[in-house]
């Protein structure tokens, strides 16, 4: 039986993971932060070299944080350790990285590919741009994929503000994919057994503003709310092309509006 060790179990991705995996003839090692310290090496080597997984899925991630420390340790620090571990054991490992790892330009409008260079500005996108570093240096069994908004703070906030039919301001310069939990698991499930290593894009398509998100999720949910639109000070387009993933192994991932309004429906 194939053994596979989920690293951040508890998070939206991989919670639907963990549904989908648990239905198959696969073993699943779940673990969060306080079962591994995936922050220290020596912890990681022991945790794999007595477990033995043959497919490592790291959906850490460290965001929702002021710490930069903190976040560097855990996008950083910790996916060279998983690297290091996977290669020790020659474990596929498939890493969840994001789309901030490009920069807020504001003036772009065509979709980054998996060939464009990652330009970011934030220590977010910093500390997971060093990640896929660590990963593409220390392992050659990898994928890594790279995400949208996995129904985050953000549009998980505005379902509440839509809810209680609050007012609600939304940027209309800001650029980025809602991605389902749900589609991004099917496909990491889907690769399990794949040798198509590499860069993967896995967004649901479209290019919505957040503006935009807030107004279709109040359309959704029949909501009240006034929507506002603002422009913040910067601006960002961090839209992403799902280039390898349509053109190379010919999978299609749902829109964005699709997946949200299947999301909303158990709201």
């Avoid at 596979?4 to 932060?33: A, H, P």
């Avoid at 107004?215 to 959704?220: D, G, H, L, Q, S």
């Amino acid at each position: 039986m194939k053994k596979v060790w989920i690293i951040g179990s508890t998070s939206k991705v991989g919670q639907e993971l963990l549904k989908l995996l648990n239905v198959r003839e696969i073993e699943v090692l779940d673990t969060d932060v306080d079962e591994v310290d995936i922050t220290d090496l020596a912890d990681v080597y022991k945790y794999v070299r007595l477990n033995r997984p043959e497919t490592i899925i790291n959906c850490s991630n460290a965001k929702e944080t002021f710490d930069p420390d903190q976040i560097f340790k855990v996008n950083a620090v910790a996916a060279r350790n998983i690297s290091l571990a996977a290669h020790d054991i020659d474990a596929k490992l498939i890493h969840l990285s994001t789309c901030e790892v490009f920069g807020n330009h504001e003036h772009k409008n065509t979709p980054y590919t998996e060939f464009d260079l990652p330009t970011p500005n934030t220590i977010y996108g910093l500390s997971k741009t060093a990640g896929e570093r660590y990963v593409r240096d220390f392992k050659s069994k990898y994928i890594i994929i790279r995400r949208g908004l996995t129904y985050g703070s953000f549009i998980q906030e505005t379902i509440e503000a839509c809810k209680a039919n609050n007012p609600i301001k939304a940027a209309n310069n800001e650029f980025i994919q809602p991605t389902s939990p749900k589609e991004l698991a099917k496909f990491i499930v889907d690769v399990i057994n794949s040798k198509d290593y590499g860069i993967y894009h896995v967004v649901n398509t479209g290019a919505p503003s957040k503006y935009d998100i807030a107004v279709e999720i109040a359309k959704i949910l029949k909501s009240k709310s006034k929507i506002t639109a603002v422009t913040s000070e910067t601006g960002s387009y961090k839209i992403l092309e799902n280039f390898m993933l349509e053109k190379v192994k010919g999978y299609h991932i749902p829109t964005w509006q699709d997946s949200l309004r299947e999301y909303l429906k158990k709201k």
